[in-house]
């Protein structure tokens, strides 16, 4: 089956087809295989991507930028400081002006509101790097370091561990239920996913012959492929901080847990920053089954997997 994403936005993985996931996935391992060749290309010569950034940003912004600048493009880092992103000058009015002027819209912020206005007006592909909902090139670079180790990742068991309601978590079901991986969500009742992502997850989980589920039990654990954790208190959330160290200490991702899965092979992922000593121990970060610097790598690759699918014919 040919598949074609030209012009496509990616705001959420919602919008995607397993067929569409799979095929982004194969074009990142292709395009690592060439970073590691150092093969050079000018894929993206004469394009141009708008980089608008509210929140800070470490891997995003790298990934993108080096990832279109490293094949001709010039990218443009824009904060909010920087523009009239939705001040002074209404979102839609700045989302056309970059749409005549740039060949992408790269966004990481707050509302899931603002990357689809952006894409609804600008008549340009959008990406999203982060929004409070989701954080869909996270998923496809968590994905992708799966299958490196795993090789086909449907029936492998996922497990995240931490808070479930955050926007990593969410995109983890998401893509597991399409992939028909099985994930667990292990939190605290309190920090729960929604019920209407459950619901949409569950109902692709269907398809796919992958199961879904939410625990307050750590010892759900148990024949885990990998572990997954985030930070306590996502960007944003830091009047909360003290709160849920209180309620997610119990939580935590330590040795003892990471045996509690029963197998030698399960490997450790996280999106990164990490605070070692709360959601993970160093011991385990820096260990022999963690894999979050291939995972880091990987936010790279997958990013200019999407780019190349949306942007050259």
Known sequence: MSISLFGRSL???????????QYLLNLSMQVKTEAKKEK????????????LFEKRSTRTRCAFETAFGEEGGHPVFLSSADIHLGVKEELQDTARVFGRMFSAIQFRGFK?????ILAKY???????????????????????TLRENFGEVKGRTL?????????????????????GTNFTVITPPELNPDSVILEKCAALAKVSNS???????????????ALYTDVWASMGEEAQKEE???????YQVNQKLMNMTAKSSTIFLHCLPAVKGEEV?????????????????NRKHTIKAVMLATLVK
């Open 122 to 144: 600008s008549g340009v592909p959008v990406y999203n790097g982060l929004t409070d909902l989701y954080h869909p090139t996270q998923a496809l670079a968590d994905f992708l």
């Open 11 to 21: 705001l959420t993985l919602l919008d995607f087809t397993p067929e569409e996931i």
């Open 112 to 116: 899931q509101e603002t990357v689809e």
């Open 159 to 179: 497990c995240y561990v931490g808070d479930g309601r955050n926007n990593v978590a969410r995109s983890l079901m998401i893509i597991s239920a399409l992939l």
């Open 40 to 51: 050079k290309f000018r894929r993206f010569e004469g394009k141009t991507l708008a980089m």
């Open 281 to 297: 121990t160093a011991e385990v970060i820096e260990g022999p089954q963690s894999r979050v610097w291939d995972e880091a790598e």
């Open 211 to 225: 199961i879904i589920k939410v625990s307050s039990d750590i010892h759900s654990v148990l024949g885990a492929d």
């Open 244 to 250: 849920r160290v209180r309620i997610l200490s119990p």
